[in-house]
């Protein structure tokens, strides 16, 4: 459902990629809120907390709930699904079914901060991974119940990387909150991060390196062709499987020399995490975990599940660049935080906008509505 990696380019600089698959296009806005902006998060039967962003921010978002003609959508009601502020910061949101369960004991006089805000408060008050995980030992996070997933409990985790290389792991499991420093800088889906830290192990063998030849017996043995180095690696669209490919790729890709050209680097290391529609198809009834919004879905009915790429992103975290593409083009619309940085009024920009941009299209958000 979702690969995110870090690469890194010949200088240590860092930058960041990730997908997003569902089997559902769905109203996904690009928001783009200035430092200065208030939120205020609500779990049922707790205080909410109230926090004004320090950090200007760039993020794809989902509506938290449907629009009514009594109740237009504000900037609140925009959710972070992937994002990076004017510090270099970035958050993800990854699907993780397993999240669910009994809540923390929390006072009900203490101010929480539900899951689903986790993007704006995340993004908007740090400026590094460092600083997320100290705030995170002190403040309470609770999953919520998704009228837009039928109820469900929050069923993602989530990631954080900064623009010093750093990576954290925010995962909930049975409803009780971990956090797991990440030293691959890579993140699928389930199982758990520690599980799929543990099945590295398997993999010791990996290199880059072609081993072209082999003798047995009196027999020599040739490859015709380059690239049996990846012959160990798992073929399928699995989130181990992903999860192990992005290690590899990550690990062993030319580190460039140019920040231009180690965006483009990770353009293609990306592309080989894009899923087109069809590659896999899950039969009626089949039960295969894909997340459904409520009265969202492409109209496939009772028929077969196929996910897709909807959209990619990377991140430029030293320059605080924002590349976005849909799965309607092959281009990366681009968009320039430090441009951005005169902007006081929150924007919001369709996502399905993008079809036709490529380039840098920062004037195209700064014209888009305000929120």
């Known amino acids: 459902m979702c690969t995110s990696l870090v690469y890194r380019d010949a200088a240590d600089r860092a930058y960041f990629g990730r997908t997003l698959e569902l089997t559902s296009d769905l109203p996904y806005q690009l928001a783009y809120c ?24 760039l993020a794809v978002t989902m509506p938290g709930r449907m629009r009514t003609p009594d109740a237009p959508l504000g900037l609140s009601d925009f959710k972070v699904l992937e994002g990076l502020n004017d ?54 996070v609770l999953l919520e119940a998704l009228a837009l997933l039928g109820g469900v409990e929050s069923p993602f985790h989530y990631v954080a990387h900064d623009a010093g290389g750093a990576s954290l792991v925010i995962e909930f499991n049975n409803g009780r909150m971990s956090l797991h420093d990440n030293p691959v800088g890579v993140m699928t889906n389930g199982p758990d991060f520690p599980w799929h830290l543990t099945n590295l192990n398997n993999y010791t063998f990996l290199t880059n390196v072609d081993a072209s030849s082999a003798t047995f017996g009196g027999y020599k043995a040739v490859q015709p062709d380059s690239g049996i180095a990846t ?21 062993f890709t030319e580190k460039a020399a140019t920040p231009d050209m180690a965006v483009l680097t990770l353009s293609h290391v ?69 441009d951005l940085a005169a902007t006081t009024t929150p924007l919001v920009l369709p996502l399905e906008r993008l079809d036709t941009l490529s380039g840098d299209a920062t004037d195209a958000l700064r014209q888009a509505r305000p929120a």
């Not at 999240?99 to 901060?113: E, H, M, N």
């Not at 798992?234 to 990550?250: D, H, I």
């Open 34 to 57: 200035p430092a200065g902006q208030s939120f205020s998060s609500h779990a049922e039967g707790h205080a909410e907390l109230d926090y004004t962003s320090r950090h200007a921010f």
């Open 87 to 140: 510090q270099g910061l970035t958050f993800s949101l990854l699907s993780y079914p397993a999240a669910g369960g009994p809540r923390q004991a929390v006072a009900a006089t203490q101010a929480v901060l539900s899951a689903s805000d986790l993007g704006s408060w995340t993004l908007g008050l740090f400026a590094s991974v460092a600083e997320v995980k100290a705030a995170l030992q002190e403040q309470p």
């Open 231 to 251: 012959a160990g690696l798992p073929s399928s669209s699995t989130s181990v499987g992903r999860f192990v490919r992005a290690a590899y790729y990550a690990q």
């Open 270 to 338: 990306m592309n080989t995490f894009d899923r087109p529609r069809g590659a896999s198809v899950t039969p009626a009834g089949a039960g295969a975990g894909h997340l459904e919004v409520a009265g969202l879905s492409d109209g496939a009915g009772d028929g077969p599940a196929t996910e897709y790429t909807c959209w990619t992103n990377l991140s430029d975290l030293d320059r605080r660049r924002f590349h976005l593409r849909t799965y309607r083009s092959l281009n990366y619309a681009s968009f320039d935080l430090r």
